[in-house]
């Protein structure tokens, strides 16, 4: 077990501070972020462009250095070796927490494995800020931030998620955010659900009610901005699945590519059932 005491063993190692920032409205910015960001040596952002509107909006002059998922991998020995000279880095996202569908996960397990102390500045997340107001049961929870594009693989995880009771929360892009609701209806069922767009922002929006309607929605309001989907977990008595549907799920995996023996052997496990019994139940349709 890595216990955090240990770093101090490496005294003249720098420290790598994950930084919040805000999702929208600049007030939500902390003392503490500002003060940090002023305090590090260096800034690793996800995009140099868009931090530098907010450093420059709070008077910061530290140098920034890109870092995002197309160059990670050559920017996270950079980035160690800076520490390791002493040096302390901020790594910064576009918008609310690092390493939540960014690479600074990458950059803290490197970090951890060279013994090189990890700091959270905590702020604003949009996740866990749109589930508090969304209506929906903000615990349990399943945070899984964006949604593969095909249909097909959209409708494979779905497939996969569809008996877990806990919220779940989405992050999708305003052009998609139809389409992902119909391939969810197809596979969840008219579930409550929430869209939230423009979080924090002039134009935040909440639309409250089941997926088809949300779908009915979008179809004469097409969504612009940032959006988050709120979604209700699978309710108990939903979970007890019948035939039909068990068989529904299978046809979905098949048809996004699943081998039917592969399809039959995953849903049997996911439902605690028979494989023998079900494969011979698919195969007398």
Do not use: W
């Not at 250095?65 to 040096?87: C, Y």
């Not at 612009?224 to 529904?248: H, P, Q, S, W, Y």
């Amino acid at each position: 077990m890595q216990i955090q005491r240990s770093f101090k063993d490496h005294s003249a190692y720098g420290r790598l501070y994950l930084v919040a920032t805000p999702i929208g409205n600049l007030d939500d910015m902390s003392i503490r972020m500002i003060e940090t960001l002023k305090a590090v040596d260096l800034i690793a952002a996800e995009d140099t462009r868009n931090t530098g509107l907010l450093l420059k909006h709070f008077h910061i002059a530290t140098k920034q250095i890109s870092f995002h998922e197309h160059n990670a991998r050559e920017k996270i020995p950079v980035l160690l070796d800076l520490l390791k000279k002493g040096q302390s880095i901020a790594q910064v996202s576009d918008a609310g927490l690092p390493s939540i569908s960014d690479p600074g996960h990458d950059l803290v397990k490197a970090a951890i494995s060279q013994d090189i102390a990890v700091v959270t500045v905590p702020g604003p997340s949009a996740g866990i800020s749109a589930l508090i107001a969304s209506g929906l049961l903000p615990q349990p929870h399943i945070f899984y931030g964006f949604l593969p594009r095909k249909a097909g693989q959209q409708k494979e995880f779905f497939s996969s998620k569809m008996a877990y009771p806990e919220t779940q929360i989405f992050y999708e892009s305003p052009h998609r955010v139809r389409a992902t609701l119909e391939n969810m209806l197809q596979v969840y069922g008219d579930r409550s659900a929430v869209l939230v767009r423009e979080l924090t922002k002039l134009y935040e929006e909440y639309q409250r009610g089941l997926i088809s309607e949300l779908i009915d929605h979008l179809a004469q309001h097409p969504p612009k901005g940032e959006c988050l989907l709120i979604v209700e977990g699978a309710r108990e008595e939903k979970r007890e699945m019948a035939d039909a549907d068990l068989l529904a799920e299978i046809a979905v995996l098949v048809e996004s590519g699943s081998k039917t023996n592969q399809a039959v052997k995953d849903i049997a496990k996911k439902y605690g059932r028979n494989k023998s019994e079900l494969y011979a139940l698919y195969h007398s349709q």
